[in-house]
T-cell receptor
Framework: KQEVTQIPAALSVPEGENLVLNCSFTDSAIYNLQWFRQDPGKGLTSLLLIQSSQREQTSGRLNASLDKSSGRSTLYIAASQPGDSATYLCAVPSGGYQKVTFGIGTKLQVIP | DTAVSQTPKYLVTQMGNDKSIKCEQNLGHDTMYWYKQDSKKFLKIMFSYNNKELIINETVPNRFSPKSPDKAHLNLHINSLELGDSAVYFC?????????????FGEGSRLTVL
């Protein structure tokens, strides 16, 4: 059974800082890993999808890396802005190719 | 044009009632899902349909009955609502294949059972 852990659970940083969010998973036989952000009262917005054959993906100020062998992924946010404040979740497939398990998320607050 | 849309966005109802949530996706995806997000914000899969066929059915009470009339629609009917059913229910879709494709979510339907 896939288990996904995200550390830290919450993070508060001043605007402009670079930061790293961590995601670890127990079953390394994954097809891909996806990072989402969720704003309060809203749905999940896909940020980045990394295929198992890739080591990283970049979109703007976001960079996600994947190390399957160690069961880890990181989401790097450069030059953080108050608009980045949200909960960030990682999701990995498990136990059947269409079944995706989510971490509990990291709640990020960027202080102006 | 919304990719994954769910209705209604909010439901407030009494224990014992029956309610339905509808979901539609216009992305041409083969696979649709229902997820439940509880008060602790934990997101857990409930059901998944691929081309109208049920492929994932988690340990969910049989008061919950999904129905997929076509691959663009997935509805969720809940009978005899209980307090513990209060949560946000998210619909999602992805393009199936060798593995799960990128997931796209609706805005959620917040159910409150009184």
């Amino acid at each position: 059974k896939q288990e996904v852990t995200q550390i830290p659970a919450a993070l508060s940083v001043p605007e402009g800082e670079n930061l790293v969010l961590n995601c670890s998973f127990t079953d390394s036989a994954i097809y891909n890993l996806q990072w989402f952000r969720q704003d309060p009262g809203k749905g999940l917005t896909s940020l980045l999808l990394i295929q198992s054959s890739q080591r990283e993906q970049t979109s703007g100020r976001l960079n996600a890396s994947l190390d399957k062998s160690s069961g880890r992924s990181t989401l790097y946010i450069a030059a953080s802005q108050p608009g980045d404040s949200a909960t960030y979740l990682c999701a990995v497939p498990s136990g059947g190719y269409q079944k995706v398990t989510f971490g509990i998320g990291t709640k990020l607050q960027v202080i102006p | 044009d919304t990719a994954v849309s769910q209705t209604p966005k909010y439901l407030v109802t009494q224990m014992g009632n029956d309610k339905s949530i509808k979901c539609e996706q216009n992305l041409g995806h083969d696979t649709m899902y229902w997820y439940k997000q509880d008060s602790k914000k934990f997101l857990k899969i409930m059901f998944s349909y691929n081309n109208k066929e049920l492929i994932i059915n988690e340990t969910v009470p049989n008061r919950f009955s999904p129905k997929s009339p076509d691959k663009a629609h997935l509805n969720l009917h809940i009978n005899s609502l209980e307090l513990g059913d209060s949560a946000v229910y998210f619909c999602a879709s992805s393009q199936g294949g060798t593995g799960p494709g990128e997931l796209f979510f609706g805005e959620g339907s917040r159910l409150t059972v009184l």
